[in-house]
């Protein structure tokens, strides 16, 4: 799964800032599926994009938190105004095509809020 | 409410000694459901898909099968480099992933 390029691997943020975190997906994969992992919690789903499209953003906080994937350049996780509650590993997966196929997920990001 | 528990939450083996790791699951409209490794301080690797009841798939010493309620991960003659938190999820609508808390493996040499 090395692939799935996520950067940068460790972000440190003081509460009241922006974190912006980015995942490149597999070669020729088109869909990108963000995921969370809160300290002791399983993963939990955020998002799901494709090119200049979000298709499911149903975990997703519905403030300060927001994603795209453009059609050119990488998909991004956007937390405004980070609180300490948001310090997790968030992790980004990548698929050629929707439907029953396997994500590969790439190293993650691992954000702290101080 | 969908649903995914795995048991147990740790498990120390010794080296050589064969187990099975439990997924039971609840969910509308299942799709897949998948098995992931994470080692520490990395990103879940895949290891298996299934799809029906009574399927089942192989990789070195790892088997995982499926039920209509529940999965297991058998593991024959672990070796201590099978150390890692496994993960089980099930696939629920275009593509989003359910994951179970994981299992906490340690292979003792």
């Known amino acids: 799964n090395a692939g799935v390029m996520q950067n940068p691997r460790h972000l440190v943020r003081r509460r009241g800032q922006e974190a912006r975190l980015r995942c490149s997906p597999m070669k020729g994969h088109s869909h990108v599926y963000w995921y969370r992992q809160l300290p002791e919690e399983g993963l939990k789903f955020m998002v799901y994009l494709q090119k200049e499209n979000i298709i499911d953003e149903s975990g997703m906080p519905k403030e300060r938190f927001s994603a795209e994937f453009p059609k050119e350049g990488p998909s991004i996780l956007r937390i405004q105004q980070v609180v300490r509650g948001d310090s997790a590993a968030y992790f980004c997966a990548s698929s050629p095509e929707g439907g029953n196929t396997e994500a590969f997920f790439g190293q993650g990001t691992r954000l702290t809020v101080v | ?109």
């Open chain 2, 1 to 109: 409410e969908d649903q995914v528990t795995q048991s147990p939450e740790a498990l120390r083996l010794q080296e050589g000694e064969s187990s099975s790791l439990n997924c039971s699951y609840t969910v509308s409209g299942l799709r897949g459901l998948f098995w992931y490794r994470q080692d520490p301080g990395k990103g879940p690797e895949f290891l298996f898909t299934l799809y029906s009841a009574g399927e089942e798939k192989e990789k070195e010493r790892l088997k995982a099968t499926l039920t209509k309620k529940e999965s297991f991960l058998h593991i024959t003659a672990p070796k201590p480099e099978d150390s890692a938190t496994y993960l089980c999820a099930v696939q629920k609508g275009a593509q989003k992933l359910v994951f179970g808390q994981g299992t906490r493996l340690t292979i003792n040499p």
